[in-house]
């Protein structure tokens, strides 16, 4: 959409990622038709930066944790699937995010779980 990576991950993982030509960047703005959002729970992203995790990473790139609960205090209704919560107002928050970061790019529910 923007035709680079966020700053943050330049500044972070710039040696890992892949280079793109000008043309390329060019190439990658704007591209899609419209954003489909598949929502079927929500969790909180623990910044692995600035406090401890205990995180399993692929290459070492992961300076998140995904975590259900927060001072002890569940996201939302626990599921039957383990890790899965049910929170509501998760879909309209996605949907605003979306909506407020990729202007103008039709958005589409198409799964929600």
């Given at each position: 959409?923007?035709?680079?990576?966020?700053?943050?991950?330049?500044?972070?993982?710039?040696?890992?990622?892949p280079?793109?030509?000008?043309?390329?960047?060019?190439?990658?703005?704007?591209?899609?038709?419209?954003?489909?959002?598949?929502?079927?729970?929500?969790?909180?992203a623990?910044d692995?930066?600035?406090?401890p995790?205990?995180?399993?990473t692929?290459?070492?790139?992961?300076?998140?944790?995904?975590?259900?609960?927060?001072?002890g205090?569940?996201?939302?209704?626990p599921?039957?699937?383990?890790?899965y919560?049910?929170?509501?107002?998760?879909?309209?928050?996605?949907?605003?995010?979306?909506?407020?970061?990729y202007?103008?790019?039709?958005?589409?529910?198409?799964?929600?779980g």
């Amino acid at each position: 959409f923007f035709g680079d990576y966020p700053r943050e991950m330049r500044e972070m993982l710039s040696s890992n990622l892949p280079k793109f030509t000008s043309e390329e960047k060019r190439l990658l703005q704007n591209k899609a038709d419209f954003i489909g959002v598949n929502h079927y729970t929500a969790i909180y992203a623990k910044d692995c930066i600035s406090s401890p995790c205990d995180i399993k990473t692929y290459e070492g790139n992961a300076m998140v944790q995904a975590v259900g609960e927060r001072d002890g205090v569940a996201i939302g209704r626990p599921t039957a699937f383990h890790g899965y919560y049910d929170v509501p107002e998760g879909m309209e928050l996605i949907v605003r995010y979306v909506n407020q970061r990729y202007k103008n790019t039709p958005v589409y529910i198409t799964e929600n779980g």
